[in-house]
């Protein structure tokens, strides 16, 4: 039994069922290399029983505390039937990328079931209709929450579940695994009590490393190395979320991506993305009359460690603001803007340090922890004391065109990232690649009462990329030909 770090339960404070806090992975496979061609849902439930032994995230539930006295524990439960986390699906004929991704956003928006383990799999057959996918692929969407993939656990997935050959290795049986006993809440409450002391001895710790993080911040916005951004009004996608979700996606030729890096020193993946989606939020919100004079702000990962030794997750992510310099209208103009507004803030994230934040959230007591994301939730709080965030953008490795499941062997696939409180669109970057050759796959999800039509969105960042391509020294004729064609 193992208990969740505060940045982990942070997830599972913040949700309610019109925020889940599941991150989606779409997958699609190629059957053709499987020893017999093909894939079922039952050989998919059988690979999934083997692989229990190498994942945590397959075996684990959630145990709460007694009145949310302290942070809930992970307990190994692998006695469960692991076909009820597995479900068997089909699209209609004749259907497209579109229809899977309105799919997707359906599974999206059902909050997972906190008292099995926190995950569940949708086997999608029927892709025939997919550009660029071949006749008789399948997709596997996977559901896994937050609190248990972060830091090392989505890496660990992979691994479970994937292998270098289509011959898939053999792994130990559920029946030979361990399971924990159900602890009683006398011993939970016991537990808290003492965690609580543990941390108020914490606190004066906590102190003392806020210091000198309190001068680094002063310093850097005294020399320039950072600079506060600017409150901008809040907009529609700042409004109230429902239990709705809708997912989109535009695909790039990977090898189009460092061409636009070389265009200006030191820009990385990210700084790309970032311009392309400040350019389709341009687009988008200039057709609907809404775009404020001032950049757009978003929230970007960055990654830290905790001091403690005995979390799971071994890392814990939290946000730093990026201006997406929407202000600006020459796509290449902005792409270098988008690049030093990113070494801005990677210099802020920086002098705040890897540990303060997520050692904050260790420290303080669970009921008071809990009861301030809370308050922060209903009231907008941290909302009203911070820059808004118009969006959220973050990058998640993909798999490789070399791993395979149950013997079929990965083709492509994108992620879809969790609404947060009053962020109703938020971006996950995904790369697949393979020798230098694959995609990048740029997908959102978003609430549709704040984003009511997608497919127009799709196209502003379609728009947005060739417009930037377009832009670049030695352009090619061809981004011009289909920037007019876009317009």
Not at 304 to 331: F, M, R, W
């Amino acid at each position: 039994m193992q208990q969740l770090s505060g940045q982990d339960a942070l997830f599972l404070h913040t949700e309610n069922n019109a925020l889940p806090q599941h991150m989606l992975s779409v997958n699609i496979y190629n059957p053709a290399t499987a020893g017999s061609g093909t894939v079922t849902y039952a050989d998919i439930v059988a690979h999934f029983k083997q692989r229990l032994s190498r994942s945590k995230i397959l075996r684990q539930r959630l145990v709460e505390v007694p009145l949310a006295l302290d942070q809930p524990y992970w307990l190994e439960a692998a006695d469960y039937a692991v076909e009820s986390h597995i479900q068997h699906l089909a699209l209609p004929q004749q259907a497209n990328w579109q229809t899977l991704c309105k799919l997707v956003g359906q599974l999206h928006a059902e909050p997972l079931n906190k008292t099995q383990p926190l995950w569940e799999a949708y086997f999608i057959e029927d892709l025939d209709g997919l550009d660029e996918v071949p006749d008789g692929s399948f997709a596997l969407v996977l559901k896994v929450h937050q609190a248990a993939l972060n830091g090392v656990g989505r890496q660990e997935l992979t691994t479970a579940l994937h292998d270098l050959t289509p011959a898939p290795q053999n792994y130990p049986q559920k029946s030979s695994l361990q399971v924990d006993r159900q602890p009683g809440s006398f011993e939970l409450l016991s537990r808290a009590y003492g965690n609580s002391w543990y941390k108020l001895g914490q606190l004066g710790g906590l102190a003392t490393q806020a210091v000198p993080v309190a001068l680094r911040i002063r310093e850097g916005r005294k020399d320039g190395t950072f600079e506060p951004l600017a409150d901008n009004p809040k907009l529609r996608f700042n409004g109230s979320i429902s239990t709705s979700r809708v997912v989109g996606l535009r695909r790039f030729a990977a090898d189009r991506v460092p061409h636009i890096q070389r265009s200006v020193e030191g820009t990385t993946l990210n700084d790309v993305m970032l311009t392309v989606i400040a350019g389709a939020l341009r687009h988008y919100l200039q057709d609907k009359n809404e775009l404020p004079e001032h950049s757009l702000v978003c929230g970007c990962p960055f990654t830290g460690t905790s001091s403690s030794t005995d979390q799971q997750s071994g890392k814990a992510v939290g946000l730093t603001n990026v201006s997406l310099c929407s202000d600006i209208g020459n796509p290449r103009q902005r792409l270098v803007a988008v690049q030093q507004a990113a070494l801005r803030s990677s210099a802020f994230a920086h002098a705040l340090g890897e540990q303060l934040p997520n050692d904050a959230a260790d420290v303080l007591p669970a009921p008071l922890f809990s009861g301030l994301v809370n308050l922060s939730r209903r009231t907008g709080m941290l909302q009203a004391l911070a820059p808004t965030r118009h969006t959220v953008v973050s990058t998640v490795p993909g798999l490789q065109r070399s791993l395979f499941l149950a013997g079929a062997q990965f083709v492509t696939g994108f992620n879809a990232a969790p609404l947060l409180p009053k962020i109703g669109l938020v971006h996950t970057v995904t790369t697949a690649a393979a020798k230098k050759r694959g995609e990048v796959t740029l997908a959102f999800t978003a609430c549709p009462t704040l984003l009511p039509d997608p497919q127009r969105y799709e196209q502003c960042l379609q728009r947005a990329f060739v417009e930037l391509l377009a832009a670049l020294p030695q352009a090619s004729p061809r981004a011009a030909e289909r920037l007019e064609e876009l317009a």
